[in-house]
């Protein structure tokens, strides 16, 4: 029987002073153990969802379970809840608050009172697993956007949270370092963290998900396995998202000669998104 980490059932909110609402009776279940993406347009509601299913914004109306029991929104409940979903955003400035790297990353484990030993051995471990042990004295606004986007997830991984939801986690970056992300949430994903991204890239989507899910105007409209949602082509150009060019190659009807330039696409596309 499948479990479900964050579940929304109709859930409603209006960012303040706003006349529209983000979220419109958003009903989604987070599959536990599995990648999930979340596409849809900008403006569609998937930060929102993001910063929802994080306690950091309350619903105006429905509710939200982590793991089958609804979001208490008392301060001790939500910084034990935080330490279980990670969320990292779209800018890594807006996730760095210390001076240097190995900073930042024991921030979390300092506000959770951990002992000075333990924070020692969890942040040396995070340093090397993340490839950041030569960067650790380096102050964080010296980074590479690359480098930053790795300390920002670090950050969470520290924490050792059971999902990790992701916000245009590639947004900005170049193919190498795209490819070296996808390394790492690869690594983190067998460890048994369920991850949630939110992306434009729908080529990645076809690839890496286990499980999709549409966006528009605050509310589901769309999920399933990656090759069955995007058979669904009149919706998603509806939507004007459209389907991915690595589902047209492997799922399109070609001559011959189109076939054989198609599977030279295949290949270079996969050696970019694996």
Known sequence: MQEFLIEFDQVYYTYPGSQQSALNGLTIKIPSGQKCALIGQNGCGKTTLFLLANGLYKPDSGTIRWRSEPLRYTRNYLSKLRQKVGLIFQDPEQQLVASTVEEDISYGLCNLGLPAAEIKIRVEQALVEFELLSLAQR???HLSLGQKKRVSIADMMVLEPELLMLDEPTAYLDIKQTRNLMAILKKIHSHGTTLLMATHDLNLVYKWADWVFVMDRGKIVLEGKPQDVFTERKILEEL??????????????????????AQRLQKRMLELYL
């Open 139 to 141: 102050p964080v606004h």
């Open 240 to 261: 004007e998202l459209g389907v991915p060019l690595m589902y047209e190659i492997f799922c399109g009807n070609f001559s011959s000669e189109e076939k054989a330039v």
